[in-house]
């Protein structure tokens, strides 16, 4: 029994079900956030790209470093590998479907979200490299795209809040997402110095990394403080601070379930976070 729910957690994690479902949650608590009416066609093309997205980054980067990396997550994704295309092609079919039932107004965001997205994962035409090979850029790139599709597509779409309002919980989810994708520069490290991509880990180092995760997490919880009902803010801030602690025992010698469920997972704090604050 246990190996067949290991199997199936990897399969979650490993087919990138786990975080498109984070995606998708996070963008269905946000129309809450920004006082919207929740629409659940976004709600479904924010979990089919972001599925569809991370297949393809998945495809194409595993196939750049399985020649030289041997980790037990590298092993993982080869093995599943026939299972993530099948995966790629059912999300592809989930964005169509989804996107044409979302007005037109939202749809300069999402161009830009999806260039940016699919030119993280394969290189741009005659650059011959990702976004995501361009030192230091790679994090704030899925800050900055996270934030965008997160907050300001259901804002534009529903939002009642000030524009001042919205633009401040864009910063505030930057930099939320920033402060967990942080530890991931760390996982990564071995693999980005042998493609020679410069990354803030490798520059700073485990222990100032992680110091500036912690403080971007106090920096969104003082936005939160301006932006957010107390109540909501409240619940956030602790939240926060439960992360932070987590964040404080990454190390490149932990297992990869502590990124990819773990630091991941967050995203569902947040998430569930923001409906209590609502409730209360």
């Known amino acids: 029994m246990k190996q067949y729910a290991k199997i199936a957690l990897d399969t979650i994690l490993y087919t990138n079900v786990y975080i498109a479902l984070a995606a998708a949650f996070l963008t269905y608590s946000s129309f809450?956030?920004?006082?919207?009416?929740?629409?659940?066609?976004?709600?479904?093309?924010?979990?089919?790209?972001?599925?569809f997205i991370y297949l393809i980054h998945r495809i194409i980067g595993i196939a750049k470093i399985e020649s030289f990396v041997h980790t037990i997550r590298v092993k993982k994704i080869t093995t599943l590998r026939q299972l993530n295309y099948l995966f790629s092609?059912?999300?592809?079919?989930?964005?169509?479907?989804?996107?044409?039932?979302?007005?037109?107004?939202v749809y300069?965001?999402?161009?830009?979200?999806?260039?940016?997205?699919?030119?993280?994962?394969?290189?741009?035409?005659?650059?011959?490299?990702?976004?995501?090979?361009?030192?230091?850029?790679?994090i704030?790139?899925?800050?900055?795209?996270?934030?965008?599709?997160?907050?300001?597509i259901p804002w534009v779409l529903s939002g009642t809040v000030s524009l001042l309002a919205c633009s401040l919980l864009c910063i505030?989810?930057?930099?939320?997402?920033?402060?967990?994708?942080?530890p991931f520069d760390i996982r990564d490290r071995k693999v980005d110095k042998k493609q020679s991509v410069n990354t803030i880990s490798n520059t700073l180092g485990t222990r100032n990394t992680i110091y500036l995760s912690c403080l971007s997490l106090m920096l969104a919880s003082a936005l939160l403080i301006c932006i957010a009902p107390i109540t909501t803010s409240g619940i956030l801030?602790?939240?926060?601070?439960?992360?932070?602690a987590f964040i404080t025992r990454t190390s490149e010698k932990r297992s990869d379930y502590f990124y990819t469920a773990g630091l991941d997972g967050s995203i569902f704090l947040i998430a569930i976070a923001i409906l209590l604050g609502r409730i209360f």
């Open 32 to 51: 809450y956030l920004v006082q919207g009416q929740v629409s659940w066609a976004t709600t479904g093309l924010v979990f089919f790209a972001t599925w």
């Open 89 to 105: 092609i059912v999300s592809a079919i989930g964005i169509g479907i989804c996107a044409f039932q979302l007005p037109t107004q």
């Open 108 to 138: 300069p965001i999402l161009g830009a979200c999806a260039i940016t997205s699919i030119f993280y994962a394969i290189p741009i035409p005659f650059f011959k490299k990702r976004l995501r090979d361009i030192h230091y850029i790679k």
């Open 140 to 152: 704030v790139l899925i800050s900055i795209t996270w934030s965008l599709v997160t907050i300001a």
């Open 172 to 182: 505030e989810r930057a930099v939320f997402i920033f402060a967990i994708t942080l």
């Open 237 to 244: 801030i602790l939240t926060y601070f439960l992360i932070a």
